[in-house]
C-alpha cells in the first residue's frame, strides 16, 4: 500500500491523507488549510488530487481542519461515500455550510479590497449541503466492511463530540495489514465527552498527531480553578471576558464549567453569552448525541437540560450581537471562531481590546500567524478588518481545556496500543511538536518514523 500525505504534514492545519490499498485510493480527512492568509488559500484552492479518482473517505471528526475541504471534493465531482461516527455525520451537516457560508464572506472582502481575482468562493454554503448525500454513518467499535479488502472501525478519540481514530484492516494483494490512523487524541477528565481509548494491537502503519506533544496542559480541575480567578477578577473590575473558542465542544464545555462555578459560588453571577449561530446549532447535535457522553456523568438523564442554564444567553441574530458590544461588564462573551480568524469575536475584539478592563482568555490551540496567536504572543497592536487596533486588554491563555492530549497523555495513548507500531508517519504538528512527538515514539521503541513534508509518498 501507498501513502501520501497531502495536508497536515508539517503543519496542523489541511488534514488529509491519501491511502492507496487493495485496488483502492482512500482519503483519510479532508481538511482546511488555515493561518497565513495567502498561502492557505493557494493551497485550499489547489486541490492536489483529481477528485473524481478518489473511491471513497473517511473522515476523523468534524473540526474544519480535518474536514472543510469536503465541499471542495464533492463540487471537483467526488461521488464515492465518506464514512464517519453518527456524531461527526450530525456535526459536517451543520459546520460545513457555516464553513462554505465563511468562505463567501471572505471572497466577498477580498473582492472588495481587489486582492481576488479568481472568479468564485473556494465553496458555497449551498456546495457545503451536498457533503450530506455522501455521509454514511458507522458506530464505534464495529468493523465494517467498506470496499472489498477494506475494514474499517472507529475507535473515540476523546477530543470533539464524534471523534475517533481510524482502523483499517486492509487485505494488501493477499498480505493483511492494519492501519491505525490516531485522528485528534482528546484529554482524559474532560467534561461532557469521553476520555480517548487507544486502538490496541498490532500496526503495520501509525500515522499520528503531535499538537501538544511538546506541552503540559493544566489538570481539568488546575484549568477549572484558573478559569474561576479570572472571571472573578475581571469581574471585580467591570471588564468583559471575551474567549474565542470553537463553536464545537469547548463551547459547550465552558458552558457547563461555568454553569457549575456560578452554581457553586466560586464566580459571580454574571451573564454569560454564547454570540455564535452554530454553537447554538452544534449545541442541539450535542442533545442528539448522549452515545457519545461520559456515562459516569449525571449528563445521559440530564441531556435536555444540559446546555440550557439561566445564566447563559444564546445569542442568533446579528442585531443582538451588536448589543453586546454596547452593554457594560461584567459579561463573558463566548463566540467563534477559536484562534479568532473568522466570525463574531472579531467584531468583539475590534471594540473591546482597547479597554484595560477586559480579557482575551484563550482555551485552545492558536495556529501560527492567526490573529489570535498573535494576541498570544503579546501584539499590542493587531490588525482586524484591514484597521490597526490597539491591544490594551489582558490576554491569558488556559492550556487545561485543549482537546488535545498534552505529552504525558500522547504517551499513555502510544503506550495504550500495546505494541510498539512497525512504522509511523508523525503529522499534524509544526516543526517543533513534530520533533518531540518523534523523541516520544522513539522511547516508545517505534524506530521507523517519518516526519513527512507536504507531498511526500510513502510505500508500506
Ligand atoms: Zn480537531
Same mark, same amino acid.
Given at each position: 500500500m501507498r501513502i501520501t500525505c497531502w495536508g497536515a504534514a508539517g503543519e496542523v492545519t489541511g488534514s488529509m491523507h491519501l491511502v492507496e490499498a487493495a485496488g483502492k485510493r482512500v482519503l483519510l480527512d479532508c481538511g482546511l488549510f488555515q493561518g497565513r492568509r495567502q498561502e492557505a488559500h493557494e493551497k485550499n484552492r489547489n486541490f $492536489? &488530487? %483529481? %477528485?473524481?479518482?478518489?473511491? /471513497?473517505? =473517511? /473522515? !476523523?471528526?468534524? @473540526?474544519i481542519d480535518h474536514a472543510g475541504r469536503l465541499p471542495l471534493l464533492v463540487k471537483l465531482g467526488f461521488e464515492g461515500p465518506i464514512f464517519c461516527t453518527p456524531g461527526t455525520r450530525d456535526l459536517s451537516a451543520v459546520m460545513l455550510p457555516d464553513a462554505g457560508f465563511i468562505q463567501e464572506k471572505d471572497f466577498e472582502f477580498l473582492v472588495k479590497r481587489g486582492k481576488e481575482r479568481v472568479g468564485e468562493p473556494l465553496y458555497t454554503a449551498a456546495d457545503a449541503t451536498h457533503v450530506a448525500d455522501h455521509l454514511v454513518s458507522v458506530p464505534y467499535d464495529r468493523a465494517l466492511e467498506i470496499a472489498p479488502g477494506l475494514r474499517l472501525t472507529f475507535v473515540e478519540a476523546g477530543h470533539i463530540l464524534g471523534s475517533a481514530s481510524v482502523v483499517l484492516e486492509i487485505d494488501d494483494l493477499g498480505k493483511p495489514k492494519r492501519l491505525v490512523f490516531s485522528g485528534d487524541i482528546g484529554r482524559t477528565g474532560l467534561p461532557i465527552i469521553r476520555d480517548p481509548r487507544p486502538p490496541a494491537g498490532h500496526a503495520d502503519l501509525l500515522i499520528v498527531e503531535s499538537t501538544y506533544a511538546n506541552r503540559t496542559h493544566e489538570s481539568p480541575a488546575e484549568a477549572q480553578d484558573l478559569l474561576a480567578s479570572y472571571v472573578n477578577k475581571v469581574a471585580k473590575r467591570g471588564g468583559k471576558v471575551f474567549i474565542p473558542s470553537f463553536a464545537?465542544?469547548?463551547?459547550? +464545555?465552558? =458552558?457547563? *464549567? &461555568? @454553569?457549575?462555578l456560578a452554581r457553586d459560588g466560586a464566580i459571580p453571577k454574571v451573564p454569560i453569552f454564547v454570540d455564535s449561530p452554530l454553537a447554538v446549532n452544534t449545541t442541539d447535535v450535542f442533545r442528539l448525541h448522549p452515545e457519545a457522553f461520559d456515562? !459516569? *456523568?449525571?449528563? =445521559?438523564? *440530564?441531556?435536555? +437540560? &444540559? #446546555?440550557? #442554564? $439561566? &445564566? =447563559?444567553k444564546y445569542v442568533r441574530s446579528v442585531e443582538e450581537s451588536k448589543r453586546l458590544n454596547e452593554m457594560r461588564g461584567p459579561a463573558i462573551v463566548i463566540a467563534a471562531s477559536g484562534m479568532a480568524e473568522s466570525g463574531r469575536i472579531l467584531h468583539h475584539l475590534r471594540n473591546g481590546i482597547g479597554d484595560h478592563r477586559n480579557l482575551v482568555l484563550f482555551v485552545g490551540f492558536q495556529a501560527t500567524y492567526t490573529l489570535g496567536y498573535r494576541l498570544q504572543q503579546g501584539a499590542r497592536e493587531v490588525r482586524i478588518f484591514g484597521e490597526e487596533v490597539a491591544c490594551r486588554a489582558e490576554v491569558a491563555t488556559i492550556g487545561g481545556y485543549s482537546a488535545h492530549a498534552d505529552r504525558s497523555e500522547l504517551a499513555k495513548w502510544v503506550a495504550g496500543l500495546g505494541e510498539p507500531p512497525r512504522r509511523a508517519l508523525v503529522v499534524h504538528g509544526e516543526a517543533e511538536q513534530l520533533d518531540a512527538m518523534a523523541g516520544l515514539l522513539r522511547e516508545a521503541r517505534v524506530d521507523d518514523l517519518t516526519i513527512p513534508n507536504l507531498g511526500q509518498g510513502l510505500e508500506v
Open positions: $492536489p &488530487l %483529481a %477528485a473524481t479518482d478518489v473511491d /471513497l473517505v =473517511v /473522515l !476523523s471528526h468534524a @473540526h464545537v465542544g469547548r463551547t459547550q +464545555e465552558l =458552558v457547563y *464549567e &461555568l @454553569h457549575g456515562r !459516569s *456523568e449525571r449528563l =445521559v438523564r *440530564e441531556t435536555d +437540560e &444540559l #446546555f440550557r #442554564f $439561566p &445564566l =447563559v
